[in-house]
């Protein structure tokens, strides 16, 4: 009876805390190896912010004009800002 009654809130829990995702985009930075973002979130007006570091030289404007960003060679932080669409602010 536990057993049940376990499953039973385990699943009421889950399915009344689950959301519906959407997926819209993603943006890849070709031959990036020095980066990594650490975390994402989503303002009101809907751009995405994401915040991380990188090493070396990247690129954080892919779609063109560039936006190039080099360290001295040590791990430095980076904040990005995109657009609903993706496109780099």
């Known amino acids: 009876m536990r057993i049940l009654l376990l499953l ?3 699943y009421f829990s889950t399915s009344v805390l689950a959301q519906q995702l959407t997926f819209d985009w993603v943006r890849l930075m070709p031959g990036v190896d020095d980066a990594a ?3 994402t979130c989503v303002d009101n007006s809907g751009n995405s912010i994401t ?3 990188y ?3 990247v690129d954080f404007n892919v779609l063109g004009g ?3 960003l080099t360290t001295n060679g040590n791990n430095e932080i980076f904040i990005r800002k995109d657009e609903p ?4 602010i």
Request: cysteine-free.
């Open 8 to 10: 039973s809130l385990s």
């Open 37 to 39: 973002s650490i975390t």
């Open 51 to 53: 915040a991380g570091y």
């Open 55 to 57: 090493r070396n030289t």
């Open 66 to 68: 560039g936006y190039p």
């Open 85 to 88: 669409n993706g496109n780099f």
